[in-house]
């Protein structure tokens, strides 16, 4: 019998999810810097059971120094969504920050705006376990990231 993955396992599969959409906002940005899919790739390795904590929570910070490498707001929200999908791993509660830059990333390098925003969160949700969704989102808001 195969043993259930956990909850914050889940969210950092999610958390991954959500930030690989936005990947090539960063990668249109900054063609060789590869920090911020290496944690997106660190979050499901740590998911899987492949990585411990202390790496993915390297690659973590790693995808945080690109995104303060960049000038571009929408490049910066990109890499911050996989820092924060690779930070699940140390503590589940990043996840909903990962998706919470996604989203930021799609409206600020997108001409549909806050609409592009909308149809992220959506598909956000439909992705995620409904018994994750207070761990996601906890406010009863919705997050938006800082500018």
């Avoid at 899919?37 to 973590?60: D, L, Q, T």
């Avoid at 705006?113 to 439909?126: P, R, T, V």
Wanted: charged share 25%; net charge negative.
């Amino acid at each position: 019998m195969e043993d259930e993955k956990s909850d914050q396992q889940q969210l950092a599969e999610w958390a991954a999810s959500c930030a690989e959409r936005v990947l090539g906002i960063f990668a249109a940005d900054k063609p060789d810097d590869v920090r911020p899919r290496k944690a997106v790739e660190a979050a499901r390795r740590w998911a899987a059971g492949e990585i411990p904590v202390s790496a993915s929570r390297g690659a973590s910070s790693a995808a945080h120094r690109a995104a303060r490498e960049t000038e571009d707001p929408a490049a910066k929200a990109a890499a911050r969504a996989a820092g924060h999908a690779a930070a699940t791993a140390h503590m589940a509660g990043h996840a909903a920050h990962a998706a919470s830059y996604a989203r930021s990333a799609v409206v600020q390098g997108a001409n549909g705006g806050d609409a592009a925003g909308d149809a992220e969160l959506e598909w956000q949700k439909e992705q995620l376990p409904g018994h994750l969704w207070e761990e996601a989102f906890p406010a009863a808001e919705i997050p938006q990231a800082p500018g």
